[in-house]
C-alpha cells in the first residue's frame, strides 16, 4: 500500500530486508536472553540433538539472515528494478 500511495518502489524492495534483519535480529536476542533459543524451542522436540548444535544452527541461520539481507539492500540500492527482479525471482 505505501508503495502504491507515494508511487514509490523502495518500500517494496527493501521489505524483505526489513524482515530478514527483524527474524535475525529476534534469534539473536533469544541467544542472550533465556534458557532457550527461539530455534530450541521450535525444532527442539522434532530433531534430537544436543543444545549446542541447535545453538549453532541458529547462529547459522542468524549469519545467512544478514547476508541475505545485506545482498538484497545491495542490490536494490544500486541496481536497476529489473535486476532486482530478476534477483529476487531467481537469486532468493
Known amino acids: ?14 521489505k524483505t530486508t526489513i524482515i530478514n534483519l527483524t527474524i535475525a535480529g529476534a534469534l539473536g536476542i533469544s541467544h542472550v536472553w533465556g534458557n532457550k533459543t527461539i530455534m530450541e524451542r521450535m525444532i527442539g522436540n522434532h530433531i534430537k540433538a544436543p543444545q549446542i548444535m541447535l545453538r549453532k544452527l541458529s547462529f547459522a541461520t542468524i549469519l545467512y539472515l544478514l547476508f ?24 532468493m
Not at 1 to 13: G, Q, Y
Not at 70 to 78: D, S, T
Open 1 to 14: 500500500t505505501i508503495t502504491l500511495v507515494f508511487d514509490n518502489d523502495s518500500f517494496i524492495k527493501l
Open 68 to 91: 541475505v539481507a545485506g545482498l538484497n539492500y545491495y542490490i536494490a540500492e544500486f541496481f536497476e528494478t529489473s535486476l532486482w527482479v530478476k534477483f529476487k525471482f531467481f537469486g
